[in-house]
Structures are given as C-alpha cells and as structure tokens.
C-alpha cells in the first residue's frame, strides 16, 4: 500500500486511526495508527466519517471534497468487510481552480451580455452613462465613475456607489489630477492600476462618505473613431485591491459601455441635424394677412416621414396694400429626396420674392436653376398673389403643369380657375399663363396636389377619390373659414383612404373673410378684421 500515489487512511467505527500510508502521514503532520481521528484531519472529513459508519453498509460511496490546508481534497470512502472505512485522498486542487475559473469566465460572460442588452437598448447618453455607473459598481467595484468628454469648460460625470442610484454632475476639474484620467478622455490606454496611488485621489473624485480608497482602476471608454469618455473604479481601503484580471475585465466592459455610448451620442447629434434640417423641410403654419385669410395642411405619403414632394409657402407682402404670394407645388417622387429638391425649390422662389409681381419671369428663372442642376426630377407648382381690396379679394393665379386651383363661390358653386402651363425642370421653356380671379367676402380658392384627387380607397379600396368628389364636397364649405375647410378636405381623404397607402398630399386655402378691416391701434401693428 505504500505504493498508492494517494493519502490513504484506514479508520475504524469509532474514529480511531487504524492505518495511514507515508502520503497521509505527510498530509497530516503528527497522525500515527491509534490516533483520534477528528485532532488531525479537517472537520469536514470528521463529520463525513461518522456519516458512513452510522450508515452501517458496505461498499463505495459517494465522495466529499474540501479544504486541505492551501490545496483541495477529494476523498473517496470505501466501507471493508470489518466496518472500517478506507479514504482515499485525491488532490483536486488544479481542478476546482479550472472550474472555479470556468464559473467565474461564465459569470462574466453573461454579465457582459447582459450588460450589453441593457446598454443598447437605449439611444439616450444619459441614461447610458447612468447605466454604465450601476452595473460597475455593483459588479466591479465599491464606487464607479463615468466621466464624458468635456462640454464647454465642465465634464458630464455620474457617480454611483454599490447598492445606490446614479448622481449627475457637471465637474469643472481638472482630469490631469488623476494619473491616466486625462489621457483615457482622450482614448489613449489605461494606466496599470499599480501605477495609481489611491491616498493622492483628489476629494472630486471619491464619492461622498465613500471613506479612504484602497485602489484606483482608470480605463478609457472607447467610442467609433472618438472617444465616448473614461471609467474610473474605486474600492475601499481594506478591500481586496485590483488584480490584472479585473483590470482586463473592466476594460472588455468599458468597450461595450463606450460603443453604447458613442451611439447614443451619434444619435443625439444625427437627431438634432434631423430636426434643424426639418424646421426648414416643414410647411409654415398659416394666418391671416392683410385680411386675407391663409390656410394650409400637409400630410406625407408615410406617417413615418414629415416631408416629402410636397410643398407650399406663404410670403407676406413687405408693406399693405401689396400683394402676399402664396406657393403650392409637387415635386415627382416621395420621401426625402424629393424632399431636398422641395428645399431647393422653396429657396429659390424666396430669393426671387423681389421679382414676385411678374410670374412668369418666376417660373423661368426656377426653371433654369433646376435645368442647370444635377437633379433629374421635375416639379409642378401654382402661383397665387392676393390682396385685399375693399372685402374683397384679388387673386392673379398662375399654373406651371399643376391641375386647376377651385374656386368655390358664396352660393356653392365651385369653377376651375384657367390658369395653364408648363411643368418646370424639363424643357428649356415653361410658358404659363396668368388668370385673375376675385373672391367676394365668404369665397375661397383651394390649391391642392393630386394626392388628394388620386388616393385610393372607398367601399372596395382601389377606387381614386376623383375630382367630382372633391368639388361635391368644396360645395358645401361656402362661407366656411379657411381652417376648416382644410380640416374637412384632409378629413375625407383620410377616410377615403383608409389604411391604405397614398400619396403627399399638400393644399392651401385663400379665402375672403366676412370681415371689415380696423386700422392698428398703435400704428404699427397690422390690425384686426372683424365682423
């Protein structure tokens, strides 16, 4: 038996030594045969000794494992015919660090894509930064804090300690305080956390009633081609410090903080972009003017999109008494390419406002600009000016390839204005021609895109609107304000269409008030219109 490469003992029924072999006499200093078993071995061999002797069965049995000093045991009990229980001792102590390993590999990994669920599943950089501070402290360290790049003369900071809730600051410090801080703001590599002497942490950087600061990890947040901030991690004097492992680990959960971070920043920067260029995009919101009454509605082929081919403008006239000009137009295709040529469009016709009392002259100038560009669209777009003169309104319309304006008279009539001409951006030419219209008090004229008179809907789905619904339905707003008949037009589109697809749909109303006019009371406001 002294051959055996294993700590062997050989124990009777009452705990007695009866036999140890040199390997376990090695493993337990001072054991000899007739020993008491329970002054040499640990307890947990003790305590599993007197559960095979009262079991009072022969054969093998299950093993147990424990501590052995610095090394781990496995001890396998085999039950001999005289009651006496021999235990072989395995040294295990390389397996259970491997699956001790593996557990904590497992761990990390699912805390890593855990962690990068929650992350992503926001674009907002605060609650980023707010969620990269939870999940640190309370996996990492005892205190954790998220530093953004600077904004302004301050740096966007949250700090969160193990079991709290995420604090926002503005710090104006100095990241140069912090070995390793200023440079991981700028995306360079960690500094060793060795190489940082936690008892020089300036008061800034530890978190109220935190305590002395054993140790200090400082890693950069890397973002796409930028840096998205730093990520420092502090553990209490007294706490085990960093080790390198932990160090490497932090960094692999700083890459996927910094990326969810930098995303949310680019899509903070792409959503303002978005905005500012959609201002611009947009119909204006119309009003009355100089007692003529304006009113519009736009509605894009997608309700996910807010612009499209579409498009009107109102332009005020700089002094009474002159014309406004109102604009409606249809650019060929949807969404927001044809959305950039409608910003085109609209720019040019502001910048040609000064030649707004010669339409034609207008058409022709937009008409080279879009020939001379490298767009392949064309557009159609009606011109209206109006003025009030004496309740009345007059209007000079002039079409470039758009379908006819409507008139709808007090009695409910509804004419088709004359105006005809020639689509722009095609032809080294648009000839046009201009109508004059007057629009008695409680009259309107309707501009409109084809949207409104091509959508398909219905009892059956796939039947257009049509013109003569369009006009039955105008005459029955006589006399209806400007807003509300818009409102009533989009309404019955909108129901005609259903769930179903159309196209944009863009339309203006002019309309003579039932009003009188009251000069300013000031002389330098526009005045009211009342009945």
């Given at each position: 038996?002294?051959?055996?490469?294993y700590?062997?003992?050989?124990?009777?029924g009452?705990?007695?030594?009866?036999?140890?072999?040199?390997?376990?006499?090695?493993l337990?200093p001072?054991?000899?045969?007739t020993?008491?078993?329970?002054?040499?071995?640990?307890?947990?061999?003790?305590?599993?000794?007197?559960?095979?002797?009262?079991?009072?069965?022969?054969?093998?049995?299950?093993?147990?494992?424990?501590?052995?000093?610095a090394?781990?045991?496995?001890?396998?009990?085999?039950?001999?015919?005289?009651?006496?229980v021999?235990?072989?001792l395995?040294d295990d102590?390389?397996?259970?660090?491997?699956?001790?390993?593996?557990?904590?590999?497992?761990?990390?990994?699912?805390?890593?894509?855990e962690?990068?669920?929650?992350l992503?599943?926001?674009?907002?950089?605060?609650?980023c930064?707010?969620?990269?501070?939870q999940?640190?402290?309370?996996?990492?360290?005892?205190?954790?804090v998220?530093?953004a790049?600077?904004?302004?003369?301050?740096?966007?900071?949250?700090?969160?300690?193990?079991?709290?809730?995420?604090?926002?600051?503005?710090?104006d410090?100095?990241p140069?305080?912090?070995?390793?801080?200023?440079?991981?703001?700028?995306?360079?590599?960690?500094?060793?956390?060795?190489?940082?002497?936690?008892?020089?942490?300036?008061?800034?950087?530890?978190?109220?009633?935190?305590?002395?600061?054993?140790?200090?990890v400082?890693?950069?947040?890397?973002?796409?081609?930028?840096?998205?901030?730093?990520?420092?991690?502090?553990?209490?004097?007294?706490?085990?410090?960093f080790?390198?492992?932990?160090?490497?680990?932090?960094?692999?959960?700083?890459?996927?903080?910094?990326?969810?971070?930098?995303?949310?920043r680019?899509?903070?920067?792409?959503s303002?972009?978005?905005q500012?260029?959609?201002?611009?995009?947009?119909?204006?919101?119309?009003?009355?003017?100089s007692?003529?009454?304006?009113?519009?509605?736009?509605?894009?082929?997608?309700?996910?999109?807010?612009?499209?081919?579409?498009?009107?403008d109102?332009?005020?006239?700089?002094?009474?008494?002159?014309?406004?000009?109102?604009?409606l137009g249809?650019?060929?295709?949807?969404g927001?390419?044809?959305?950039?040529?409608?910003?085109?469009i609209?720019?040019?016709?502001?910048?040609?406002?000064?030649?707004?009392?010669?339409?034609?002259?207008?058409?022709?100038?937009?008409?080279?600009?879009?020939?001379?560009?490298?767009?392949?669209?064309?557009?159609?777009?009606?011109?209206?000016?109006?003025?009030r003169?004496?309740?009345?309104?007059?209007?000079?319309?002039?079409?470039?390839?758009h379908?006819?304006?409507?008139?709808?008279?007090?009695?409910?009539?509804?004419?088709?204005?004359?105006?005809?001409?020639?689509l722009?951006?095609t032809?080294?030419?648009?000839?046009?021609?201009?109508?004059?219209?007057?629009?008695?008090?409680?009259?309107?004229c309707?501009?409109?895109?084809?949207?409104?008179?091509?959508?398909?809907?219905?009892?059956?789905g796939?039947?257009?609107?049509?013109?003569?619904?369009?006009?039955?339905?105008?005459?029955?707003?006589?006399?209806?304000?400007?807003?509300?008949?818009?409102?009533?037009?989009?309404?019955l589109?909108?129901?005609?269409?259903?769930?179903?697809?159309?196209?944009?749909?863009?339309?203006?109303?002019?309309?003579?008030?039932?009003?009188?006019?009251?000069?300013?009371?000031?002389g330098?406001?526009?005045?009211r219109?009342?009945a």
């Amino acid at each position: 038996m002294s051959l055996v490469p294993y700590p062997v003992l050989v124990v009777d029924g009452a705990g007695v030594v009866r036999h140890a072999n040199p390997k376990a006499a090695a493993l337990f200093p001072g054991l000899h045969p007739t020993a008491s078993l329970s002054e040499y071995v640990p307890p947990w061999l003790t305590d599993a000794h007197t559960r095979r002797t009262a079991a009072n069965a022969s054969g093998d049995h299950g093993s147990v494992s424990g501590p052995v000093g610095a090394r781990s045991f496995e001890a396998h009990p085999t039950v001999q015919d005289d009651g006496k229980v021999m235990w072989w001792l395995v040294d295990d102590t390389d397996h259970q660090l491997a699956r001790q390993a593996l557990q904590e590999e497992r761990e990390r990994t699912a805390f890593l894509t855990e962690a990068s669920n929650t992350l992503l599943s926001s674009l907002n950089l605060e609650r980023c930064m707010d969620v990269t501070a939870q999940l640190a402290a309370e996996h990492l360290a005892d205190a954790a804090v998220v530093i953004a790049p600077r904004s302004g003369r301050r740096l966007p900071v949250v700090v969160c300690l193990r079991g709290g809730r995420p604090q926002r600051f503005q710090w104006d410090v100095d990241p140069a305080e912090v070995p390793g801080l200023a440079e991981a703001l700028q995306g360079f590599p960690p500094v060793p956390s060795r190489w940082i002497d936690p008892a020089r942490a300036p008061e800034w950087l530890v978190p109220e009633g935190f305590g002395p600061v054993g140790s200090i990890v400082v890693t950069p947040l890397p973002g796409h081609g930028v840096p998205a901030g730093a990520l420092v991690l502090l553990r209490r004097s007294g706490e085990t410090a960093f080790t390198d492992g932990e160090e490497v680990f932090a960094r692999l959960f700083a890459a996927r903080s910094g990326a969810a971070m930098s995303a949310a920043r680019l899509y903070a920067e792409q959503s303002s972009l978005t905005q500012t260029l959609m201002r611009d995009l947009l119909p204006p919101t119309l009003h009355q003017i100089s007692g003529v009454d304006f009113a519009g509605g736009y509605r894009a082929s997608k309700d996910h999109e807010r612009v499209g081919g579409d498009f009107y403008d109102v332009h005020p006239a700089s002094t009474t008494g002159e014309e406004s000009l109102a604009v409606l137009g249809d650019v060929c295709g949807k969404g927001l390419e044809a959305a950039v040529l409608t910003g085109k469009i609209r720019n040019t016709l502001q910048a040609l406002l000064p030649m707004a009392d010669d339409h034609q002259r207008m058409i022709d100038l937009l008409n080279g600009a879009l020939l001379n560009s490298h767009h392949t669209r064309f557009a159609t777009l009606v011109m209206a000016s109006a003025v009030r003169e004496d309740g009345n309104v007059r209007l000079r319309l002039t079409s470039a390839g758009h379908q006819p304006s409507l008139i709808v008279r007090s009695d409910g009539t509804v004419e088709e204005s004359r105006a005809r001409g020639t689509l722009v951006g095609t032809f080294p030419k648009a000839p046009a021609t201009t109508m004059h219209e007057t629009l008695a008090p409680g009259e309107f004229c309707m501009l409109f895109t084809d949207g409104f008179t091509e959508v398909k809907g219905g009892p059956l789905g796939d039947e257009f609107f049509g013109e003569d619904r369009l006009k039955e339905a105008l005459s029955h707003c006589a006399g209806m304000p400007a807003e509300a008949v818009v409102e009533h037009v989009q309404m019955l589109a909108s129901q005609w269409a259903g769930s179903g697809s159309h196209d944009d749909m863009a339309v203006i109303v002019i309309a003579a008030p039932r009003s009188h006019h009251l000069s300013a009371v000031d002389g330098h406001t526009r005045g009211r219109f009342t009945a």
